[in-house]
């Protein structure tokens, strides 16, 4: 048994730090957490000063019980858990949970996986920093409060199954805001003027621009017509020395910013990429919000330049970071070793790891040199002068290595810097074309996943580990959807002064097309509005960013966990209590107008299955009409006109071969419908705008996609693409195709071989059915279990043997014995379903009718 028992999260880690460390050191993982909050409300007593209740999750079991074991054997137990405030509690927790004593537990840290720091880590252990496990004792217990408490209050007032959270409310209200702004936005045009100049021996170009845009179109033209006979020339010529200097090295939030624009990864990607990379010793730690190097790091850097580029590539460079609450971490991002280019692995990690290898480095090289030429070029027959730009680089510095992307959506129509040809002053030009295009102003561009973790980090909401999880947390909840939106066609005005004439045209483009943006969703948007109109300081940026701040505070042990706690948690209590008394149910509602035929409200609001548009009043005797809104349309947004159209639906055509064929909208979204067939609508396509022809065209498409590619056994094979991917079925089973398999060219053994793999899966499958109870007993990747209707149960010990069934005993159980098992997991899982019937009595109380918001004419 090995002296020392080193402890860390991650097996790839131990696995790597397994190879630095000899024969007396055993590196096990703890595989994060070990213990969490128990379920429900007995986590937290906030009457007993925020204790709370832990428990060891049944998936950590086994792990405990061998640390355990193997901590009591050894004569040290070193704690070498990540760096920052989660890495410091889950030490905690394992002194705790593993019952370790002072005087035989260390605690080292270290942020990269490299021989030299685990030996330094180890020459230099501390203790457990108790205030660092505060800071996070403080967020988790705060987030679990606001979490469990907020929650109840969503599902009676607005529905049941939402959830809150600090942190990502405050992201969804920026999304909402952002989108409101979007929807208000009216665009101005204006006319900008470009021309191109031919130099005296007509073969270098010059392009040029007028500084000022025209609002009216006359002005514009009248501008062209002006310059048609005008001569032009070289008014002033300005050449001065430029400079760009490179980027700092990244820390958490410019990473994820970064691979999000130069590789498309999103925000949880990168950091699953990095993890990896970090756990194998390739980088340094991943969730820092310092832009600092160490000297070791400097001086490798500084090697690596000057020996491949030479001592003029080379600028020792420091850089302070500017986030207030940058406390914890030590180093930004780097690569362990400088000499390594590039490192084994999948395409992913190959490219993350060069990412931040040519950011590292280049934060360590030399400015970029260019050469700026202005030039302004009078007009004889206007007092405006036009614009031309153009630089040289003189000496490429970092940017040999490496150029930081940016998010801003302004560059449309820019084209780069220009070489400017060599140009006097006094110099006349000839005028090629001249154009006046009518261009638009833009609205606020809509957050993607690496501008919102930069609008967070902004704000200081947040901290580098909570980032990603805000992120995927706001999507996986049904608050915000990441998706691309087809733009729309516009109509602008092009007018073109070419050989000595003005020509007028009008051209289109497509404007407001977004690609991997964040949209709020309905249920999103109620949510919000719900928050910010009882919970403002739940949603308030300057709150949030401050109750950061107490966090930061707590790690420095500048102030006291609970006191902290306590001033929080006790007017957020007593708002919520004053909210679920007091508040009114919340669905969006808006009411749109009247509808012409029947004179009737119409609204719109968040239903029970999603939004909808309602006719009529709930309280009229006759009951209102109620239609699905398309993917398209929004609560916040519809018209009335167009909520009207969704009444349209669905509507029959003429009969095609003989079956009927009508156009809905479905629980899964706009279909066609022929005989009993249903046949889903392709995306984005509009269900109103399908006629008889575009329908006929749908139905053949999926007559073609269902004709047989095979038989086999004298039955069909037919093959389709589904939710979770390629299949094939034949004979009512539906047989998932695997990359290995050439989806578009599957042979007859392939067909043969997947069918033939599947039919012995189901025979095994089932260890006994019975199909009228809808109850079975089957054999599934951990082991048999019992599935009831759509629930999946575990098979408890045999109370005759107290012990886990053989596969003899599950073959010959009785249904009897099998609904026992049932009922100790669902107690009324046979019990008849009550109807609730309600009574109509003359002495029961009617509920006050509500009031008709009557739309004007």
């Not at 970090?278 to 832009?291: F, Q």
């Amino acid at each position: 048994m090995a002296k020392n028992l080193l402890i860390v999260e991650s097996p790839a880690k131990a696995k790597t730090i397994e190879g630095y460390l000899g024969k007396d050191f055993l590196v096990k993982s703890s595989y994060g957490h070990i213990r969490d909050l128990v379920k429900g409300d007995m986590a937290i007593d906030t009457a007993n000063n925020f204790a709370q209740t832990y428990e060891v999750p049944s998936d950590k079991k086994q792990v405990v019980a061998e640390l355990k074991k193997l901590a009591k054997d050894a004569e040290m137990v070193w704690l070498a858990s990540d760096e920052d405030r989660e890495g410091e509690a889950i030490s905690w927790h394992l002194y705790e949970t593993l019952g370790l004593k002072e005087n035989k537990t260390k605690r080292i840290v270290f942020h990269e996986i490299t021989k030299p720091a685990i030996l330094k880590a180890i020459e230099t252990p501390r203790s457990i920093d108790y205030n660092l496990v505060n800071a996070q004792q403080a967020r988790r217990v705060l987030d679990r409060l606001v979490g469990f408490e907020l929650s109840p209050v969503l599902w009676k007032k607005i529905k049941p199954s939402l959830s809150a959270g600090r942190v990502q409310s405050v992201a969804v209200r920026l999304i909402v805001d952002r989108e409101r702004e979007v929807n208000k936005f009216n665009a101005a045009a204006a006319f900008k003027i470009t021309a191109e100049f031919v130099t005296g021996n007509g073969k270098e170009l010059v392009k040029a621009e007028l500084p000022q845009r025209f609002e009216k179109e006359a002005d514009a033209e009248k501008f062209l017509n002006d310059c048609a006979g005008a001569g032009f020339s070289v008014d002033s010529l300005e050449t001065k020395p430029a400079k760009r200097n490179p980027a700092a090295p990244f820390t958490t939030s410019t990473l994820q910013q970064e691979a999000s624009r130069k590789l498309g990864y999103s925000v949880s990607r990168t950091m699953q990429i990095a993890q990896r990379l970090y756990e194998s010793g390739r980088i340094t730690y991943m969730r820092t919000d310092s832009v600092n190097l160490s000297e070791t790091a400097l001086q490798a850097a500084a090697s690596e330049i000057r020996s491949a580029w030479g001592d003029k590539y080379h600028q020792p460079r420091t850089y302070k970071t500017k986030s207030a609450g940058a406390q914890e971490a030590h180093e930004a991002i780097r690569p362990t070793y400088f000499n390594q280019h590039t490192v084994p692995g999948d395409s992913s990690e190959q490219r993350l790891y060069e990412l931040i290898w040519k950011r590292a480095i280049a934060s360590q090289m030399s400015e970029a040199l260019f050469e700026k030429t202005t030039a302004q070029i009078g007009i004889s027959t206007r007092k405006e002068q036009l614009i031309a730009e153009g630089e040289v680089l003189k000496f490429d510095g970092f940017l040999k290595v490496y150029l930081e992307s940016s998010d801003e959506e302004d560059a449309e129509d820019s084209e780069g810097n220009n070489m400017l040809p060599a140009l006097s002053r006094g110099q006349a030009l000839t005028l090629k074309v001249m154009n006046a295009t009518e261009r638009f102003s833009r609205p606020p561009a809509r957050y993607t996943e690496a501008s919102l973790v930069k609008k967070l980090e902004e704000l200081g909401i947040g901290r580098p580990s909570t980032y990603a999880p805000t992120i995927s947390t706001i999507q996986n909840r049904g608050y915000v959807v990441k998706e691309d939106r087809d733009g729309r066609q516009r109509s602008f005005a092009a007018i073109e002064l070419s050989n000595g004439s003005v020509t007028k045209k009008t051209k289109t483009e497509i404007t407001g097309a977004e690609k991997g943006k964040l949209f709020p969703t309905d249920i999103g948007e109620v949510v919000n509005d719900f928050l910010v109109e009882h919970f403002k300081g739940i949603v308030d940026f300057n709150f949030t960013a401050n109750v950061e701040k107490e966090f930061d505070e707590i790690a420095q042990g500048l102030q006291e966990w609970t006191k902290m706690l306590h001033s929080f948690y006790t007017p957020f209590h007593l708002e919520v209590e004053n909210t679920l008394e007091t508040a009114d149910r919340a669905n969006g509602e808006r009411l749109l107008g009247l509808d012409p035929a029947t004179g009737k409200n119409v609204y719109t609001k968040v239903g029970r299955f999603g939004p909808l548009v309602q006719i009529g009043e709930n309280d009229d005797e006759e009951k209102p009409r109620y239609a699905s809104l398309s993917k398209s349309q929004s609560v916040g947004t519809v018209t009335l006109e167009e909520a009207l159209e969704q009444f349209k639906l669905p509507f029959s055509l003429e009969d095609y071969q003989g079956k009927e064929v009508s156009v809905g909208v479905g629980r899964f979204g706009p279909y066609v419908k022929w005989g009993d067939a249903f046949i889903s609508v392709p995306k984005n396509e509009d269900p109103l705008s399908i006629d008889q022809a575009r329908a006929i065209e749908i139905i053949g498409e999926k007559i073609t996609a269902d004709a047989p590619v095979a038989h086999y056994q004298g039955m069909p094979v037919t093959k389709g693409t589904g939710r979770f991917g390629p299949f094939i079925k034949w004979n009512d089973l539906f047989i998932n195709v695997p990359k290995a398999y050439n989806f578009d060219r599957l042979s007859q053994q392939d067909i043969e071989e997947l069918i033939g793999k599947k039919i012995e899966k189901e025979a095994n499958r089932f260890i006994q059915q019975w199909p009228a109870e809808k109850i079975a007993i089957e054999n599934g990747r951990w082991g048999p279990f019992i599935r009831f209707g759509k629930e999946m149960l575990k098979l408890r010990k045999n109370p005759a043997t107290n012990d886990k069934y053989t596969p003899e005993e599950l073959a010959s159980i009785a249904l009897d014995e099998v609904k026992k098992l049932i009922v100790e997991q669902v107690p009324n899982a046979f019990e008849p379903k009550k109807k609730a019937a309600a009574k109509k009595t003359g002495a029961a109380k009617k509920a006050p009718a509500k009031k008709k918001a009557v739309a004007k004419k």
